[in-house]
């Protein structure tokens, strides 16, 4: 039997997992540590309901509504002067609760600061834009949707960024293959002929380098040329190459492969 | 809306062209020299004026993000290169940064000091290459040619510490795999005391320059506000008004022993940037000539440690291994399974020649990260062109992309 595996996430598998092995957590700070990040807070969850909120590694992490990220944003940028988005971007948690993270890094510059807002949405969700809040968002938000699919509400171009614009699926998604599919080949031919084509008209030349030796209607075959469309089966006469034309290679006005002697001693 | 006829009238005689406007939208890319890469800019014109501009990126797109899903930690150091390939040992320092946050490492100081070095010898190497470019494709050939000479030196001094000369994989996650060589401090203090005098020669060539300044000044100006909303870091932002240096604000590695300044201007444009280019080349070279004394204090106190000391998480120094059976046990795990970084997550920033080079890593206490996000200074840059060059001429697009010193390994990554 072949052994299973999963399809919600068919990302590479380390080749060796210690099932003991219990992963410690990077250490967990209250907010009351630090009391620039206590301030931010309180204010935060005057107005705005807070799930969680800790340092970790000199960073706060909000947890808050999706529905609210907008007005957070707005608010932190106004009135708490977090002025610049750094980075905002999803978390693929789809085999695990069927969820997506997404993250807004945020940076005060008069703080010194950077606080990381987070919220869950489920899949299929859209999150609201913050395009117009902040103009960097634009090129996020595009390609956050490039990558995993996840469309930003109010976004005025909601296009693929780094792919090309035909590109089907989401690279950043754990459902998404490694490596390229075996039958790809006969996708067109069963969508345009049917499967019971297969034989008749062959798999799909989907290596662009590809060369085939029998084939003169593409291939040139160069110093063994024969006339455009020749039928070529089976082992073909060794072919001798046995004049050349002026200006050819130096000294050589007609070359002899019979009389011509290969040295293969390269010391002599 | 009202048609107008056509400007080229009185050519056709008999013809009238009905047309709205005079618009017309250019393909600017993805192979104009200019574009530093593969960047495409769609432009509309109204005649040489940009009316509107649509930069198109992807076409280095090589999905850095996802070989990072499916690598151990250390097998992605190599990939980081190149992504800013102009300095890649500033993203390799970025990611060991971040590893080594995530899993609390202590760097030695000897470490420390090389890193300090090797990471302002590619600001170097990159603000000169900047300089070099951008001068060529404003027409300045001789700065491109004195520029590059300096880069080739110091690129020379990078390949006798780590062999290579572009993608130097030159830094490790706790540390630095080689002490530098024996040459090393004397071939950068002869490049450190002639760099004066370098930089002086470009701005003799470029300050008072004319056809410099025409191209340069109030050339591409880019207001504060407008910087921060679009997420400009580095000398983008500096130009802009905000003397933000991470280095300064959010001291990494021994930034906070060393003296030096924040060169910044208010006025935003193309010429501010280039100032702001030239004077953080002598910053660096001040910051340089402060890590060769560090260096020499390292050697007198005799600290030899070069890797942080986290059997867990970084493989012992050689010697141990070769003659140790459980160091070459652990190295053994550690090679072929790769170092398990606990559950959490961590964002660092740290200051590459570009801009703010940031690392995003969501580790679930397996051996692969479980997301990493790029935070390449260099996509925020290349998108504020959509509102940069509206209002500009065709050939203020070549200064502006220049002057923005975007390089599209990272853009795309």
């Given amino acids: 039997m072949r052994a299973y595996k999963p399809k919600d996430n068919v990302q590479k598998k380390p080749y060796y997992t210690d099932r003991y092995w219990k992963a410690p957590q990077v250490a967990k700070f209250e907010v009351e540590s630090d009391e620039v990040f206590a301030a931010d807070l309180a204010a935060i969850k005057a107005k705005f309901e807070v799930s969680d909120a800790f340092i970790q590694v000199e960073q706060m992490t909000v947890w808050i509504n999706p529905s609210d990220i907008y007005a957070v944003l707005e608010f932190m940028r106004d009135e708490l002067s977090y002025t610049q988005l750094s980075e905002m971007s999803a978390i693929d948690f789809l085999a695990q609760r069927d969820e997506f993270e997404i993250f807004y890094q945020m940076l005060s510059m008069a703080k010194r600061k950077r606080i990381r807002i987070k919220y869950s949405i489920k899949n299929g969700a859209a999150v609201d834009s913050v395009s117009k809040l902040f103009r960097c968002a634009d090129w996020s938000e595009r390609e956050m949707f490039d990558m995993f699919g996840i469309e930003a509400n109010g976004h005025e171009f909601m296009k693929r960024i780094l792919l090309p614009y035909d590109w089907q699926g989401h690279p950043l998604l754990k459902t998404y293959p490694l490596q390229g599919d075996e039958f790809a080949a006969w996708y067109e031919v069963d969508k345009i002929y049917g499967k019971e084509a297969r034989e008749e008209i062959g798999p799909e030349i989907r290596d662009t380098s590809t060369i085939d030796r029998y084939d003169s209607e593409r291939f040139s075959r160069l110093g063994h040329e024969v006339p455009k469309g020749t039928k070529i089966t089976g082992d073909e006469p060794a072919h001798k190459e046995s004049y050349q034309e002026e200006g050819g290679v130096f000294l050589i006005k007609k070359l002899d492969r019979d009389n011509s002697k290969v040295i293969d001693d390269p010391q002599r | ?398 200064s502006i992309i220049g002057t923005t010193n975007i390089v599209f390994g990272e853009v795309d990554r």
């Fill in chain 2, 1 to 398: 809306m009202a048609q107008i006829k056509n400007r080229l009238s009185p050519f056709f005689e008999n013809i009238t062209f009905d047309r709205e406007d005079n618009e017309l939208i250019l393909n600017f890319g993805p192979q104009h020299p200019s574009a530093h890469g593969q960047l495409r800019l769609m432009l509309h014109l109204q005649q040489e004026q940009i009316i509107k501009a649509h930069p198109d990126v992807g076409y280095l797109h090589r999905g850095m993000e996802k070989m990072a899903e499916n690598m151990i930690y250390n097998e992605f150091m190599p990939t980081t290169d190149r992504m800013d390939y102009i300095a890649s040992s500033s993203n390799n320092y970025g990611f060991a940064l971040a590893v080594e946050k995530l899993v609390g490492l202590e760097v030695p100081r000897r470490a420390k000091v090389i890193r300090m070095m090797l990471l302002e010898i590619n600001r170097l190497m990159s603000h000169l290459f900047w300089l070099a470019t951008t001068a060529l494709d404003i027409g300045a050939m001789t700065v491109f040619l004195f520029a590059f000479r300096e880069r080739e030196y110091l690129m020379d001094v990078i390949e006798g510490y780590c062999g290579a000369r572009l993608t130097h994989a030159a830094i490790r996650i706790g540390g630095v795999p080689l002490d530098i060589q024996d040459s090393f401090i004397a071939q950068l203090k002869t490049f450190l005391d002639k760099l004066p005098a370098n930089i002086k020669d470009y701005e003799d060539l470029l300050d008072t320059n004319r056809i410099w300044l025409m191209r340069m000044e109030e050339v591409g100006t880019i207001s504060k506000e407008m910087a921060l909303s679009w997420g400009c870091s580095g000398p983008m932002l500096r130009a802009s008004g905000v003397a933000w240096d991470l280095r300064k604000e959010e001291p990494y590695e021994l930034y906070d022993e060393v003296e030096f300044n924040v060169p910044w201007s208010d006025k935003g444009d193309n010429f501010a940037r280039y100032r702001i280019y030239m004077e953080e080349m002598r910053e660096s070279a001040k910051i340089l000539y402060q890590t060769i004394d560090m260096y020499a204090a390292c050697v007198k106190n005799g600290e030899t440690e070069l890797m942080a000391h986290a059997p867990q998480y970084v493989s012992a120094p050689k010697l141990d291994i070769m003659t140790q059976n459980y160091s070459l046990m652990q190295h053994f795990v550690l090679v072929t399974q790769g170092m398990r970084p606990p559950v959490g997550e961590v964002y660092v920033a740290t200051e590459s020649p570009k801009g703010e080079l940031g690392f995003f890593i969501n580790s679930q206490g397996g051996a692969y990260p479980y997301r990493l996000k790029l935070r390449a200074p260099s996509f925020w840059h290349t998108g504020i062109l959509t509102d940069l060059l509206p209002g500009h001429y065709i050939p203020d697009v070549v």
